[in-house]
């Protein structure tokens, strides 16, 4: 029964970490950028909902609900102001721009809000939960967290696939010039994009800290989770990202358990297991499990 | 009414100097067409008025404005549509979507994916087919169909029959009579001389990136139009 506990428990946390690749999985679909602040973007979210918890007394829930918009924003900001240029100056500009803002932001956080851990109250649903079996119980929250990642990937799909602006988005991903010839202005199109990440980076940061503490520093490893879950997923298929997210999430819990029966440190085996499913994914099937387009 | 005035415009393809001060004038509701071999600047030429090249000294003037410096997608809404070389089909979109990406900004107009389908009923079978999965003629076909959906005033044709078969080539000319009949203004590049002149009211004929002949497609003769496209 402890196993049949890691699996479900391992595709709820699956939720979390499509939450997190969501957005970094729609910015690479639609422009090729790598960003690598992604994971500190998500974190800079947290504690921006950690300063309006604090300075108004809002609920976090209140904080979740100003600081996504806000986060719109500064995407949409961030990107049209400095990313559209450095995209126009070779691969590697990107690069070295989304690293320096990864330092910066975590140097930022750090000085304003010191290297103590802080969590974010989600109020009595962190703790409740629904008792399946004697030995089974389903968490409230993880399950919340899952549901709204599957709604938050549902509504990207139709996003992309319904929409005037997700078909613009997808026409200029095929071909950026014939995309300006119809009169489609791609700056503003990658600003959306990003904007629309970071929307969906805030709300992934905000979950993971109403879930765990959180510190300036805990950026790089949710990156790395985010860019396992891709992977695994495939590059453009937005179902894939949640399946890459719950094969990651259930090799985490099912690695702690094999780590805690054989009474190594559950916590390291986790995160062992997860990198290595993701290696044997990367060796078996380097497109990933849904890759939709072969990329080259 | 003069739609389309190029004064004196110079262009440059990396280093090497393509357009070497061409002027034209293009009349609202004509259709023209700009003959003229292999690496005449043709193209370019196009490219300037769409904005898709820039245009290094001289001045493009549409509906009165000076759009030389403006960028395409700002072109395309003021109703200049290019149809580029090698077509650009969006590869990943259905021919449908491919229609209506082409209508992101469009301009007033009568022209509908159904209209579409009309004027090329080949396209209609195949509205949910991938982009990339049509053939040439198919091809070429949905990015004219594409380039209507915005309502253009100008309709910029850059070498229709190039690698199609000629049937496909006659069809695709036999939709011009009716585009250029619903009030849009055309201007066709072909390397195919007497398809131009079939389907255009005038014609110039550039030659290494400079205009060598211009005129009436009915009244000019075989030899003029020889010299001026092989410059000897």
């Given at each position: 029964m402890t196993w049949v506990n890691a699996v479900v428990q391992g595709i709820l946390l699956g939720g979390l970490y499509a939450l997190f690749a969501a957005g970094l999985s729609l910015v690479f679909g639609v422009m090729?950028?790598?960003?690598?602040a992604h994971g500190d973007l998500s974190i800079l979210a947290a504690f921006l909902v950690v300063a309006v918890v604090d300075a108004a007394g809002f609920s976090a829930w209140v904080g979740l609900v100003l600081i996504v918009p806000a986060m719109f924003a500064i995407g949409y900001l961030l990107q049209y102001t400095i990313l559209n240029r450095t995209l126009e100056s070779g691969e590697l500009a990107p690069l070295l721009v989304t690293f320096g803002i990864a330092i910066i932001l975590q140097n930022v956080l750090l000085e304003a809000f010191s290297a103590d851990s802080r969590g974010l109250d989600a109020g009595s649903i962190e703790t409740d939960s629904i008792r399946v079996t004697d030995q089974l119980a389903v968490g409230w929250f993880p399950l919340l967290t899952f549901v709204v990642s599957v709604l938050l990937l549902g509504g990207l799909q139709l996003l992309t696939s319904r929409t005037r602006v997700g078909r613009a988005m997808r026409a200029t991903a095929d071909d950026l010039r014939a995309a300006e010839l119809m009169g489609i202005d791609h700056r503003r199109i990658y600003a959306l994009a990003m904007g629309i990440a970071l929307g969906t980076v805030a709300l992934a940061g905000v979950f993971f800290g109403m879930r765990t503490t959180f510190f300036p520093s805990d950026g790089p490893v949710r990156l790395i989770f985010a860019f396992e879950a891709v992977i695994i997923g495939g590059l453009g298929s937005l179902w894939g990202t949640l399946v890459g997210g719950v094969v990651l999430g259930v090799a985490q819990t099912v690695g702690t358990q094999i780590a805690f029966s054989a009474g190594i440190s559950p916590g390291w085996g986790g995160v062992l297991a997860g990198h290595l499913v993701f290696l044997a994914v990367l060796a078996m099937r380097p497109t990933g499990l849904f890759a939709r387009t072969q990329t080259t | 009414m003069t739609l389309l005035r190029l004064d004196g415009v110079s262009s440059f393809y990396g280093d090497f100097q393509?357009?070497?001060g061409v002027s034209l004038e293009v009349e609202e509701g004509e259709t023209l067409a700009i003959i003229g071999a292999n690496g005449a600047g043709k193209s370019t030429l196009l490219g300037t008025i769409a904005g898709s090249v820039p245009v290094s000294s001289g001045s493009v003037v549409y509906a009165g404005q000076e759009?030389?410096?403006?960028?395409s997608h700002t072109r395309v809404e003021l109703g200049i549509s290019l149809v580029p070389e090698g077509r650009r089909?969006?590869?990943?979109?259905s021919v449908e979507e491919n229609l209506l990406v082409g209508s992101?900004?469009?301009?007033?107009?009568?022209?509908?994916v159904r209209r579409v389908f009309e004027l090329f009923p080949l396209l209609a079978p195949l509205a949910?087919?991938?982009?990339?999965?049509?053939s040439g003629g198919e091809q070429q076909a949905l990015a004219i169909g594409r380039a209507l959906m915005a309502n253009p005033r100008l309709l910029l044709l850059d070498?229709?029959?190039?690698?199609?078969?000629p049937v496909v080539v006659k069809q695709l000319y036999e939709a011009i009579p009716a585009i250029a009949g619903a009030g849009t203004t055309i201007v066709l590049v072909e390397q195919d001389i007497g398809q131009a002149i079939r389907a255009a009211d005038r014609v110039y004929c550039l030659l290494e990136g400079r205009i060598s002949l211009h005129g009436r497609s009915s009244e000019l003769s075989r030899e003029q139009i020889t010299t001026a496209y092989f410059g000897v």
């Amino acid at each position: 029964m402890t196993w049949v506990n890691a699996v479900v428990q391992g595709i709820l946390l699956g939720g979390l970490y499509a939450l997190f690749a969501a957005g970094l999985s729609l910015v690479f679909g639609v422009m090729r950028l790598v960003n690598l602040a992604h994971g500190d973007l998500s974190i800079l979210a947290a504690f921006l909902v950690v300063a309006v918890v604090d300075a108004a007394g809002f609920s976090a829930w209140v904080g979740l609900v100003l600081i996504v918009p806000a986060m719109f924003a500064i995407g949409y900001l961030l990107q049209y102001t400095i990313l559209n240029r450095t995209l126009e100056s070779g691969e590697l500009a990107p690069l070295l721009v989304t690293f320096g803002i990864a330092i910066i932001l975590q140097n930022v956080l750090l000085e304003a809000f010191s290297a103590d851990s802080r969590g974010l109250d989600a109020g009595s649903i962190e703790t409740d939960s629904i008792r399946v079996t004697d030995q089974l119980a389903v968490g409230w929250f993880p399950l919340l967290t899952f549901v709204v990642s599957v709604l938050l990937l549902g509504g990207l799909q139709l996003l992309t696939s319904r929409t005037r602006v997700g078909r613009a988005m997808r026409a200029t991903a095929d071909d950026l010039r014939a995309a300006e010839l119809m009169g489609i202005d791609h700056r503003r199109i990658y600003a959306l994009a990003m904007g629309i990440a970071l929307g969906t980076v805030a709300l992934a940061g905000v979950f993971f800290g109403m879930r765990t503490t959180f510190f300036p520093s805990d950026g790089p490893v949710r990156l790395i989770f985010a860019f396992e879950a891709v992977i695994i997923g495939g590059l453009g298929s937005l179902w894939g990202t949640l399946v890459g997210g719950v094969v990651l999430g259930v090799a985490q819990t099912v690695g702690t358990q094999i780590a805690f029966s054989a009474g190594i440190s559950p916590g390291w085996g986790g995160v062992l297991a997860g990198h290595l499913v993701f290696l044997a994914v990367l060796a078996m099937r380097p497109t990933g499990l849904f890759a939709r387009t072969q990329t080259t | 009414m003069t739609l389309l005035r190029l004064d004196g415009v110079s262009s440059f393809y990396g280093d090497f100097q393509a357009l070497f001060g061409v002027s034209l004038e293009v009349e609202e509701g004509e259709t023209l067409a700009i003959i003229g071999a292999n690496g005449a600047g043709k193209s370019t030429l196009l490219g300037t008025i769409a904005g898709s090249v820039p245009v290094s000294s001289g001045s493009v003037v549409y509906a009165g404005q000076e759009v030389g410096r403006l960028r395409s997608h700002t072109r395309v809404e003021l109703g200049i549509s290019l149809v580029p070389e090698g077509r650009r089909i969006f590869p990943s979109l259905s021919v449908e979507e491919n229609l209506l990406v082409g209508s992101y900004r469009k301009r007033p107009g009568a022209w509908t994916v159904r209209r579409v389908f009309e004027l090329f009923p080949l396209l209609a079978p195949l509205a949910r087919r991938a982009g990339a999965k049509l053939s040439g003629g198919e091809q070429q076909a949905l990015a004219i169909g594409r380039a209507l959906m915005a309502n253009p005033r100008l309709l910029l044709l850059d070498e229709v029959s190039l690698g199609l078969a000629p049937v496909v080539v006659k069809q695709l000319y036999e939709a011009i009579p009716a585009i250029a009949g619903a009030g849009t203004t055309i201007v066709l590049v072909e390397q195919d001389i007497g398809q131009a002149i079939r389907a255009a009211d005038r014609v110039y004929c550039l030659l290494e990136g400079r205009i060598s002949l211009h005129g009436r497609s009915s009244e000019l003769s075989r030899e003029q139009i020889t010299t001026a496209y092989f410059g000897v």
